[in-house]
T-cell receptor, first 112, second 117 residues
């Protein structure tokens, strides 16, 4: 399959543990933030999003935290499973222009 | 699966050649965005098409051009290929009802891997 992110930062966690993936963004005008998951051979898959008027949003097993003061975004995955192994990207968008700016990505490896 | 399809899956070209990549958007979507993803990096925005017109462009030279058809499918054309054009090309479709003034979830296709020799 397609190989994505051969030289990305890697986070290795034990199955069942919680994972935290961090991301810094640079555009202070960004007001919409999204986390994507990309598995080998596939395009990015939407996980969760958050608008700038919020600092926390929860989904199923995932939570996104936004700190606009330091322009930092994090993705928390509870009870990490082997199927969570992938490359994770944060992306931001400003002025509702639909132009997503992606971060560099983090590879999550889940050990059974 | 997102319902966004791309063709071909893989493509090998030589420097100076031209290439056309195709994308079929998810049913009901009227907007297509194209991204270039180099190995080990995040996708970079090339441009977006909304209702058959370009609706935003990233930092890519004019030899990157596109089209959107009445059925909202899209093509990405790259002329005078360079070695650095080797990448995974992703398209994403979305439903935009406010002409680029709203946030809409983008659904990505699996990509076309272009290798330029």
């Amino acid at each position: 399959g397609e190989s994505v992110g051969l030289h990305l930062p890697t986070l290795s966690v034990q199955e069942g543990d919680n994972s935290i993936i961090n991301c810094a963004y640079s555009n202070s005008a960004s007001d919409y933030f999204i986390w994507y998951k990309q598995e080998s051979g596939k395009g990015p898959q939407f996980i969760i999003d958050i608008r700038s008027n919020m600092d926390k949003r929860q989904g199923q097993r995932v939570t996104v935290l936004l700190n606009k003061t330091v322009k930092h975004l994090s993705l928390q995955i509870a009870a990490t499973q082997p199927g969570d192994s992938a490359v994770y990207f944060c992306a931001d968008e400003s002025n509702a222009g639909n132009m997503l700016t992606f971060g560099g990505g983090t590879r999550l490896m889940v050990k059974p | 699966e997102t319902g966004v399809t791309q063709s071909p899956t893989h493509l090998i070209k030589t420097r100076g050649q031209q290439v056309t990549l195709r994308c079929s958007s998810q049913s009901g979507h009227n907007t297509v965005s194209w991204y270039q993803q180099a190995l080990g990096q995040g996708p970079q925005f090339i441009f977006q098409y909304y209702r058959e017109e370009e609706n935003g462009r990233g930092n890519f030279p004019p030899r990157f051009s596109g089209l959107q058809f009445p059925n909202y499918s899209s093509e990405l054309n790259v002329n005078a290929l360079e070695l650095d054009d080797s990448a995974l090309y992703l398209c994403a479709s979305s439903l935009d009802i406010m002409g680029g003034r709203s946030y809409n979830e983008q659904f990505f296709g699996p990509g076309t891997r272009l290798t330029v020799l």
